[in-house]
T-cell receptor
Framework: AQTVTQSQPEMSVQEAETVTLSCTYDTSESDYYLFWYKQPPSRQMILVIRQEAYKQQNATENRFSVNFQKAAKSFSLKISDSQLGDAAMYFCAYRSGHAGNNRKLIWGLGTSLAVNP | GAGVSQSPSNKVTEKGKDVELRCDPISGHTALYWYRQSLGQGLEFLIYFQGNSAPDKSGLPSDRFSAERTGGSVSTLTIQRTQQEDSAVYLC????????????FGPGTRLTVL
């Protein structure tokens, strides 16, 4: 079974600085997708970034980028120029690419990010 | 367009009562998912609907939990004879199809069982 581990329950960063959130996963599959979701106090889970395992290039979305290390099964999220609105719980998630096994996301326990002014 | 909506936003009930939680997916999305988020835990998959296919109920924790999806759109998650351990945030998500499509989430329903 696949698992997702986020080893940092809490992180903090100064406004305008850069922070990296860690995520590792365990799988025997070769085809899968990885996601970072953000959950602010409003509870709505918001997609931050998505990475297909078959792509070697790291995904980037504005100030958010990932460091995807497939061999190491690591998928860290880097937030550059941190803003107060980035404060939230961040979840790493895995989804199989295999038909019949791709119906659900498997989640880490999350990292609570505080942004200090 | 409109995102996934859920109602009610918050629900407080007494132990032993039945509750219904509603989810309106994004228009045109054929796949719908329910997850449960307990305090201090990650999200736990509950059930999945895809078009007219039989739902994947493999995540439902007990037979007190059931869900239906009418007309391929709105879904209702029902919890019968609620217990205190059912207290959690129930999140609904939808995606355009399934295999490679991103799941978009609603704001969730916070259920408190007294």
């Amino acid at each position: 079974a696949q698992t997702v581990t986020q080893s940092q329950p809490e992180m903090s960063v100064q406004e305008a600085e850069t922070v990296t959130l860690s995520c590792t996963y365990d799988t025997s599959e070769s085809d899968y997708y990885l996601f970072w979701y953000k959950q602010p106090p409003s509870r709505q889970m918001i997609l931050v970034i998505r990475q297909e395992a078959y792509k070697q290039q790291n995904a980037t979305e504005n100030r958010f980028s990932v460091n995807f290390q497939k061999a190491a099964k690591s998928f860290s999220l880097k937030i550059s120029d941190s803003q107060l609105g980035d404060a939230a719980m961040y979840f790493c998630a895995y989804r199989s690419g295999h038909a019949g096994n791709n119906r659900k996301l498997i989640w880490g326990l999350g990292t609570s990010l505080a942004v200090n002014p | 367009g409109a995102g996934v909506s859920q109602s009610p936003s918050n629900k407080v009930t007494e132990k032993g009562k039945d509750v219904e939680l509603r989810c309106d997916p994004i228009s045109g999305h054929t796949a719908l998912y329910w997850y449960r988020q307990s305090l201090g835990q990650g999200l736990e998959f509950l059930i999945y609907f895809q078009g007219n296919s039989a739902p994947d109920k493999s995540g439902l924790p007990s037979d007190r939990f059931s869900a239906e999806r009418t007309g391929g759109s709105v879904s209702t998650l029902t919890i019968q004879r609620t217990q205190q351990e059912d207290s959690a945030v129930y999140l609904c998500a939808s995606s355009l199809r399934t295999s490679t499509d991103t799941q978009y989430f609603g704001p969730g329903t916070r259920l408190t069982v007294l």
